[in-house]
């Protein structure tokens, strides 16, 4: 299957996003270190930052947490208490403004969300590592008195998944009367053989995926989540395991996460609407990409993405369109491809236009024939002036018996499945309606019925393939 229920279900969640009124939409800075007068947009519910080290990524999590502490009435500014002159400005969904210049609100038109940090607390697990044997004995004793709260359902089956141990139960307590931490958080696992890890045997990954899990448990709803370096002791399965369930916990809890990141693979798990670069321009000035493109995140990161080109399809049923092409015409370009869904004609546009900007495109753009864009470089059109749901469709429905030859049924069953499908008003149900009237799986029906029409058409696919080759060839 070309996509993941993961890549679906994040395409689910950019349309529920549109409806979120009171999430932040963008941020813009002026005057604060790097940041001299540059604005960050949110366009998914979950954003992914990513940009070498120093550039500005914590710049901008100080600047939210000071406009939430001034909100609240504290005025501990931090780094930021060393500035003089600078702005903050936040929009929400309804464009809303909240400002705040040189420490105090110069206008406020909505409340910023309770914003709750989730990042790795180094201190609490220090407390832990630093303490004598002594001291852990007369701590646990003192635990005793408070009552212990436990993880269930989906979030202990997800323990069980990243630390890979046969967990029985998971419990936390917390101790609010501790000194010198605002609480402390105890955490005790106990596996099926009877064995206790706890908050004093835990390893650095063990402490993270407790303290992580539990912070989700325990989300206020219509909160702002931080979460700086989330990849911090995960391996990459581990990376993107938490990076949906992040995804999920967003919908559910109705959330917005802020995240940071270098890992490689979470830039390449997320969606293109939740990647933001930040880079430094020629001048020393933070510059913010967002829609940013896989290709473009990575190597800017350093990482190996040098003989690889990276094509951005307007959406699911257009890959497999292409896919097909492709593996008909050269089947070895795919392995030289980062083959990403673009998530409609407009974020293609857009991100091609950036990257050329930038004079670092090694990117190529497919967007349906009937788009309303018109081709230019790095920009291709795929076969036919309709979408490929109506240009398959006309194919179907002149050749319904090489259709119920190729996936083996009658040539009536056929004709009466996609007759029916064709009734629907929207074209992007076509396919799956005739798929679950015909009892076949989705993705193996379209991939069959794109390779056929391929077959059918060797002009017209070898004139897309032709103008992709060439555009390939010269970002190679």
């Known amino acids: 299957m070309i996509f993941s229920k993961y890549e679906d279900y994040q395409r689910r969640m950019s349309s529920k996003w549109e409806s979120k009124h009171y999430f932040l939409k963008e941020v813009q800075l002026i005057n604060i270190f790097n940041w001299k007068n540059e ?22 999590i100080n600047a939210l ?3 939430s502490d001034i909100q609240n009435g504290k005025y ?47 201190r609490l697990y220090a407390h832990y590592k630093n303490s004598t044997g002594t001291e852990m004995e007369t701590y646990l004793e003192t635990l005793r008195q408070y009552d212990s709260k436990s993880l269930t359902g989906d979030l202990l089956t997800v323990m069980k998944e990243l630390i890979g141990k046969q967990i029985v139960s998971a419990e936390k307590i917390v101790d609010l009367e501790v000194q010198d931490i605002s609480y402390l958080e105890y955490y005790r696992l106990k596996i099926d053989d009877g064995t206790i890890y706890d908050s004093y045997t835990m390893g650095s990954g063990e ?51 802020i995240l940071t990141t270098h890992s490689p693979t979470l830039i390449d798990h997320a969606n293109i609407n939740s990647r933001i670069l930040i880079k430094i321009d020629s001048e020393s000035n933070i510059i913010c990409i967002n829609d940013c493109s896989t290709w473009l995140a990575k190597d800017h990161l350093g990482s190996k993405v040098e003989n690889k080109v990276e094509v951005l399809v307007e959406d699911e049923k257009a890959i497999r369109f292409f896919k097909a092409i492709i593996s008909l015409k050269n089947p070895t370009i795919i392995k030289q491809l980062i083959i990403t869904n673009g998530e409609g004609n407009s974020n293609i546009k857009k991100c091609i236009d950036i990257n050329q900007k930038l004079e670092s495109s090694k990117i190529i753009g497919i967007i349906d024939g009937d788009s309303k864009y018109d081709e230019m470089e790095n920009l291709l059109k795929l076969p036919g002036e309709v979408s490929p749901e109506e240009l398959v469709m006309t194919f179907i429905k002149d050749n319904y018996d090489k259709v119920a030859v190729k996936i083996d049924r009658s040539k009536e069953e056929v004709k009466a499945a996609f007759e029916s499908a064709r009734t629907l008003g929207d074209h992007h149900e076509w396919f799956s309606t005739a798929s679950s009237h015909l009892g076949e799986d989705f993705d193996v029906l379209w991939s069959i019925l794109v390779r056929m029409w391929c077959v059918e058409y060797p002009k017209e696919t070898t004139a897309f393939f032709s103008k992709f080759e060439s555009g390939f060839n010269k970002l190679k």
């Open 207 to 257: 402490f993270y995926i407790n303290q992580f899990l539990w912070g989700l448990d325990c989300l206020n709803e219509g909160s702002i989540i931080i979460i700086e370096e989330l990849e911090n002791f995960l391996h990459p399965e581990a990376q993107k395991k938490v990076l949906e369930l992040i995804h999920k916990y967003s919908v559910k809890k109705k959330v917005q996460f």
């Open 76 to 122: 501990d500014f931090g780094i930021l208490s060393l500035l003089e002159e600078y702005m903050i400005k936040l929009v929400n969904q309804d464009n809303n403004e909240f400002i705040v210049t040189n420490k105090s609100i110069e206008k406020q038109q909505f409340s910023l969300p309770k914003l709750e940090d989730l990042t790795f607390n180094s």
């Open 39 to 60: 604005t960050i947009k949110f366009n998914s519910p979950v954003s992914l930052i990513t940009g070498k080290n120093g550039i500005g990524k914590s710049t901008l």
């Open 65 to 67: 947490k000071q406009v």
